[in-house]
């Protein structure tokens, strides 16, 4: 079967307990994800998923506008999958008449980022009719994730379980904490939990790398997502802001701190071992409050 859907990394982590649901509910048929590029590479092999396509695909396209699903490649490609599940595009009419035309099979239609009480992971459970399955969100890793993990702690000098892994950015600048906190918040890292700090940093965050080399902080950039989460696999903790890598860490197994802002963590905190601090006003959260959230959360940890 394919599952269809649009959204980010942080929602598709979320969405994580849902797509393993489906495969386990429907233990004969393999589950396809479209997605973007990158989140569909990822997915596959790693999150329930057998193989990831383009969300970008041009027989998407052919669903929308003039084009129909009478479009030979629409057909072709869409018609190869027993069933479709999309959460893209809900309140298309001629995509879901389009959709529903090209496959074989049934096609059901759901809300992305569903409405209603609970934890967003929750709700797509409950959207695909599965309340009862797992509310948990993991990576399984291939040899080449871990090696690749290896081998960018190794060249900045790293020892597994003696580093910790900062997130200074997110999608979203409100979402934010100060930069020159998480960059203070390295020394205290340093200083009080003798552990080395690792700045990882997406496109949206590299022009930080100068602040984090005036702290003597090693930064990392651009890494494949396999390889952030094979890092937090290795590392001693996390702390990130209210993101989509946050997300990833925690469902890579890393126990950390996550800083909320103005969204609410009872819907949209990361699955896993993760403390929450929260304030609508970042400014309001200070680096003693992050320091000592992360002590409490990595003492906590079972040795065994």
């Known amino acids: 079967m394919l599952v269809i859907f649009p959204g980010a990394l942080g929602d598709l982590i979320c969405a994580g307990p849902a797509i393993r649901a489906l495969g386990r509910i429907n233990p004969d048929v393999a589950v396809d994800l479209m ?106 890793f291939t040899e080449a994730d871990l090696v690749a993990g290896d081998e960018t702690m190794a060249a900045k000098n790293l020892i597994p379980g003696e580093f910790l892994i900062i997130f200074p950015g997110s999608g979203g600048a409100k979402k934010n904490w100060s930069e020159k906190r998480f960059a203070r918040l390295t020394l205290e890292i340093e200083d009080r939990m003798r552990l080395r700090p690792l700045a990882v940093l997406g496109p949206a965050e590299e022009d930080l790398g100068p602040l984090f080399h005036d702290f003597r902080i090693a930064t990392v950039s651009r890494l494949p997502l396999a390889t952030v989460a094979a890092l937090a696999k290795l590392a001693a903790g996390f702390v990130g802001n209210d993101s989509g890598v946050s997300h990833l860490a925690a469902a890579a197994g890393a126990h950390g701190v996550v800083i909320f802002g103005p969204t609410d963590p009872a819907r949209w905190r990361p699955l896993g071992p993760v403390t929450v601090v929260r304030a609508t006003d970042l400014e309001a959260i200070t680096v003693e409050q992050v320091i000592r959230a992360l002590e409490d959360t990595l003492r906590s940890i079972d040795p065994a």
């Open 35 to 140: 997605a973007r590029a990158e989140l569909a590479d990822f997915a596959a092999g790693r999150m329930g998923v057998e193989r990831g396509y383009s969300i970008d695909r041009r027989e998407v396209s052919a669903l929308f506008g003039a084009g129909d699903a009478n479009d030979p490649a629409a057909r072709k490609f869409f018609g190869q999958f027993h069933g479709i599940i999309s959460f893209f595009a809900y309140d298309d009419a001629g995509y879901r008449r389009a959709l529903s035309d090209a496959c074989a099979g049934p096609v059901t239609f759901h809300q992305f980022r569903p409405s209603g009480e609970g934890h967003i992971a929750e709700l797509y459970l409950r959207s695909i009719g599965a309340p009862q399955e797992p509310l948990e969100a993991r990576i399984d």
